[in-house]
T-cell receptor, first 114, second 111 residues
């Protein structure tokens, strides 16, 4: 596709369940970012992948959160044993890395933990 | 936190008026960008200003950058109802390629 694709667009899960959120970046973009946005809040950086380098995981809020990027393309954000405070919109973005560049965002996954 | 802050948090103006939003950040940067978000979903890039630039224009948008004060402003001239959205600044620190977003300004343009 032409843009960043995220799936599912909405996810309702029970507290304690694991969830997987998927991001398909724009083809050729070597950088991929995950952010979390709680209702009415700014974007909280979670994790950043760049090419084959070790990801920057400094924004992950707890060890229940993990992410991987397979083959330098698709990324999956996994949240284990979900809690109600995990409810938020999870946004993925991708970009080129060389030079000043804009990030292209997906439409996000709205996660609701009940 | 490397997150920036925008002010005001919310701004309501009449159509045709100008809207000014400010962003402050904490670290040295390579560039600063402004994004727009409608309905709490994906963000759309508006404009990028490099650290060695002081002002940039794009259509009705004017961005300034003062690296000595670690601040930027976004001016939207002749606002329209369709400009109603949340606006975020994002900084790329010179220590890496991540983007750190501010807290956002919610703009309402009243027809």
């Amino acid at each position: 596709g032409a843009g960043v694709s995220q799936s599912p667009s909405n996810k309702v899960t029970e507290k304690g369940k694991d969830v997987e959120l998927r991001c398909d970046p724009i083809s050729g973009h070597t950088a991929l970012y995950w952010y979390r946005q709680s209702l009415g809040q700014g974007l909280e950086f979670l994790i950043y992948f760049q090419g084959n380098s070790a990801p920057d995981k400094s924004g992950l809020p707890s060890d229940r959160f993990s992410a991987e990027r397979t083959g330098g393309s698709v990324s999956t954000l996994t949240i284990q044993r979900t809690q109600q405070e995990d409810s938020a919109v999870y946004l993925c973005a991708s970009s080129f890395v060389m030079g000043p560049t804009e990030a292209f965002f997906g439409q996000g996954t709205r996660l609701t933990v009940v | 936190s490397q997150q920036g802050e925008e002010d005001p948090q919310a701004l309501s103006i009449q159509e045709g008026e100008n809207a000014t939003m400010n962003c402050s950040y904490k670290t040295s940067i390579n560039n600063l960008q402004w994004y727009r978000q409608n309905s709490g979903r994906g963000l759309v890039h508006l404009i990028l200003i490099r650290s060695n630039e002081r002002e940039k224009h794009s259509g009705r948008l004017r961005v300034t950058l003062d690296t000595s004060k670690k601040s930027s402003s976004l001016l939207i001239t002749a606002s329209r109802a369709a400009d109603t959205a949340s606006y975020f600044c994002a900084t790329e620190p010179n220590t890496g390629n991540q983007f750190y977003f501010g807290t956002g300004t919610s703009l309402t343009v009243i027809p």
